[in-house]
Structure formats: C-alpha cells, structure tokens
C-alpha cells in the first residue's frame, strides 16, 4: 500500500531564507507527484506537477524535484516571504493512473517570519 | 466564473440523519472526486467518478453515497451520519484524471455531527 509521508511536521523560519519541504513515497510506481498549497479555511491550490519522467518543475520561486528510485520529493522554496505561510501537502498518483485518484502526506505547516 | 463550489460551507447535524453535501463545477470537468480531511490523517479519498454515470470507492467510503447523473454536479449523501465522520469534505475535479492532470478543489465543508 502506497504510503506518503512529509517531515517536519510544522517549519519556522525567518523571512529571506531558502528551505526545502521533504516528501517521500513508498512504492516507486507512481504516475505523477503534486505539490500543493493549503491555506487556514481554505481549500487546495495546485504549486507543481511533477510526470513521472520528470526530474524537476519550477514556478516562480517554487522548485520541485523528483526522484522516483529512492522515493522522495523536494519542493524548494526561495527567499521565502510571509505570504507563503501555509501548509504544503505532496499527493501522488499511483497505478493504473488513469483514474487521477491521489494519495497525500500530512503536510508541512510553514511559517515564514516577518 | 465560479469555478467550483460546495455547499453548504457548514452543516451541524445529528447522529442518524441523513446529510448531502453539494459539488458544482463550471468546467466540465470530466473527473470529479471527494475527499475527507481530518487531523492526523491528511486527505483520504471518498469517491471518485470518471464521467457521468460512472463512480468508484476510495479509500473510505464506507457509510457513503454519491450519484453523478450531470457532469457538473457530484452530491455526497451521508445516509445515517456518525460522530466519527465529522470532518472538512472537500470535491475537487480534474479534466483528464490521469498522468497530465492537476486536480482544481473546492473550498471545503466543515461537517460537525453531534
């Protein structure tokens, strides 16, 4: 059974700096990996989608990497800013793929400090 | 423009009744899903349907029910709620499931079972 797991739980860190969100999966045959943002209340919003052929995808600030061999994702977040406090949840589509269905991680809640 | 909705945004019922929750999306989007989220174990797939007419189990579909006779519209029924399915209820579509496709999510109702 495909298992998600992100570490830390919870991340504080000042403004400005750079840090990496880990996620990682237990069963290599995986269809795709997505990144995704959760703010208080709110519902989802899709960051990246990594395709299983992929190594990495960036958007803006945002740099995810993938690497299926040992199971593990990185979401990369640069010169952080107080308006990407949130929790950030990796999913993964398992085989057969075609249905889209996901399977998440707990998240890591980010705080970025003024 | 409305994207995708849910309704109601809250609901406070009793053990035993039954209880629907709405799903609307603009995009005729043919891959619709509901989720649970709940501390300590992230997001959990309900159901999912591919097309209308076409529906599967998640991982915890037990004590639940959906219909999908139009595209646009996903209803989750809880037919006699329990206390241990209070929970935020998310629906997210996707247009093609798979390997290419992020899924878009709803803003969530929180669901309180007394």
């Known amino acids: 059974k495909q298992e998600v797991t992100q570490i830390p739980a919870a991340l504080s860190v000042p403004e400005g700096e750079n840090l990496v969100l880990n996620c990682s999966f237990t069963?290599?045959?995986?269809?795709?990996l997505q990144w995704f943002r959760q703010d208080p209340g709110k519902g989802l919003t899709s960051l990246l989608l990594?395709?299983?052929?992929?190594r990495e995808q960036t958007s803006g600030r945002l740099n995810a990497s993938l690497d299926k061999s040992s199971g593990r994702s990185t979401l990369y977040i640069a010169a952080s800013q107080p308006g990407d406090s949130a929790t950030y949840l990796c999913a993964v589509v398992p085989p057969p793929g075609n249905t889209g269905k996901l399977i998440f991680g707990q998240g890591t809640t980010l705080q970025v400090k003024p | 423009d409305a994207g995708i909705t849910q309704s109601p945004r809250y609901k406070i019922t009793e053990t035993g009744r039954q209880v629907t929750l709405m799903c609307h999306q603009t995009w005729s989007h043919s891959y619709m899903f509901w989720y649970r989220q709940d501390l300590g174990h992230g997001l959990r797939l309900i159901y999912y349907s591919a097309a209308a007419d076409i529906t599967d189990k998640g991982e915890v579909s037990d004590g639940y029910v959906v219909s999908r006779s139009k595209t646009e519209n996903f209803p989750l029924t809880l037919e006699s709620a329990t206390r241990s399915q209070t929970s935020v209820y998310f629906c997210?579509?996707?247009?093609?499931?798979?390997?290419?496709?992020?899924?878009?999510f709803g803003p969530g109702t929180r669901l309180t079972v007394l």
């Open positions: 997210a579509s996707s247009d093609l499931g798979g390997i290419l496709s992020t899924q878009y």
């Open positions: 069963d290599s045959a995986i269809y795709n």
């Open positions: 990594i395709q299983s052929s992929q």
